[in-house]
């Protein structure tokens, strides 16, 4: 059984997804250990799969990419039966299941609006999808994951 996480434990998991690529001596600095118990804690998160790995993120913006979310709502409330679906466009990145009046969130990012209701008349045709509203995202303001 994985041991809950404490406060030292939480500072590791932000300052990590603030930037992943700083070193574990910058990390023990920020957060006031030493480099040693530093690297015990990391190899520990990864052991009990806490920390999942080190990504990137990219800047759509930048690269003048266009997101948005996606809110599904599915005929029979399950979502286990459009994920394989999903997971084969690769504009989407993120699939959620819900709960609430809806049943599922799709984040997208395309190269461009018209890629991005490629994307959506494509999940739409779906079986499962009853219905499907978009929002897309103006700017975004910060990502911790």
């Known amino acids: 059984m994985a041991r809950k996480l404490d406060h030292t434990d939480q500072q590791i ?10 070193s574990v001596k910058e990390l023990a600095r920020r957060i006031g250990l030493s480099r040693s118990a530093a ?53 989407v990145v993120v699939f959620d299941s819900v709960a609430g009046e809806t049943d599922g969130l799709v984040e997208v990012v395309a190269d461009s609006m018209t890629r991005l209701q490629g994307v959506r008349r494509e999940i739409a045709a779906l079986e499962d999808v009853e219905e499907i509203e978009t929002s897309v995202i103006l700017k975004g303001h910060f990502n911790r994951r």
Do not use: M
Request: charged share 35%; with cysteine; hydrophobic share 40%.
């Open 39 to 91: 690297q015990e804690r990391l190899a520990r998160l990864e052991r009990d799969r806490v920390l999942a790995g080190y990504t990137i993120r990219r800047n759509d913006a930048a690269e003048n990419r266009v997101a948005a979310y996606f809110i599904i709502k599915t005929r029979q409330a399950v979502c286990d039966d459009l994920a394989p679906h999903l997971r084969k466009i690769p504009d």
């Open 13 to 22: 998991l932000t300052l990590l997804a603030e930037n992943a690529r700083q």
